[in-house]
T-cell receptor
């Protein structure tokens, strides 16, 4: 099955720093999704990308759908303590299946 | 609060026990999903239901038995599990199966098999 490579696996940063994480796939897909999972909760959709080259922002979050349609990145600017959590990229495989990356665990030192 | 609730939130069971996980969605959605989230592994889709009918079984062992009595409720019946089945089990729902990019997840049930 399709595998996503998400990196880095974990990040330890200072509050106020910018964060960047990315995902790559071995195949071309039409949709990239980015989720955040807080401790003790399920994933929540942050940003959805549907077009190659698309750049979308959601507050301090910015995500881009790579031109090759095989990669995507998520940036968080000026991190704050509530940004702590696990961030996942995901693709839609077939008609109804989400395939997730391994996740990037973000830890913020105040 | 995403509109998807799961009970219990935590469950410890022995390998010979039988237990059930429950999911309820209050969003009026027609599709419901079970996912497994193991440590250091990506979320894995287990089952998809659409209008109470199972439309996907992602090669899940038969010791996991889903049940969807109506479009608002989804159960996962567990029996003779193995320690490697310990994981966070997440339920999700969407308006329809094709709206996978509009899934809402519940908080999960943390399962420990001893």
């Amino acid at each position: 099955g399709q595998q996503l490579n998400q990196s880095p696996q974990s990040m330890f940063i200072q509050e106020g720093e910018d964060v960047s994480m990315n995902c790559t796939s071995s195949s071309i897909f039409n949709t990239w999704l980015w989720y955040k999972q807080d401790p003790g909760e399920g994933p929540v959709l942050l940003i959805a990308l549907y077009k190659a080259g698309e750049l979308t922002s959601n507050g301090r979050l910015t995500a881009q759908f790579g031109i090759t349609r095989k990669d995507s990145f998520l940036n968080i600017s000026a991190s704050i303590p509530s940004d702590v959590g696990i961030y996942f990229c995901a693709l839609i495989q077939g008609a109804q299946k989400l395939v997730f990356g391994q996740g990037t665990r973000l830890t913020i030192n105040p | 609060e995403t509109g998807v609730t799961q009970t219990p939130r935590h469950l410890v069971m022995g390998m010979t026990n039988k237990k059930s996980l429950k999911c309820e969605q209050h969003l009026g959605h027609n599709a419901m999903y079970w996912y497994k989230q193991s440590a250091k592994k990506p979320l894995e889709l287990m089952f998809v239901y659409n209008f109470k009918e199972q439309t996907e079984n992602n090669s899940v062992p038969s010791r996991f038995s889903p049940e969807c009595p109506n479009s608002s409720h989804l159960f996962l019946h567990l029996h003779t599990l193995q320690p490697e089945d310990s994981a966070l089990y997440l339920c999700a729902s969407s308006q329809e199966p094709r709206a996978v990019d509009e899934q809402y997840f519940g908080p999960g049930t943390r399962l420990t098999v001893t």
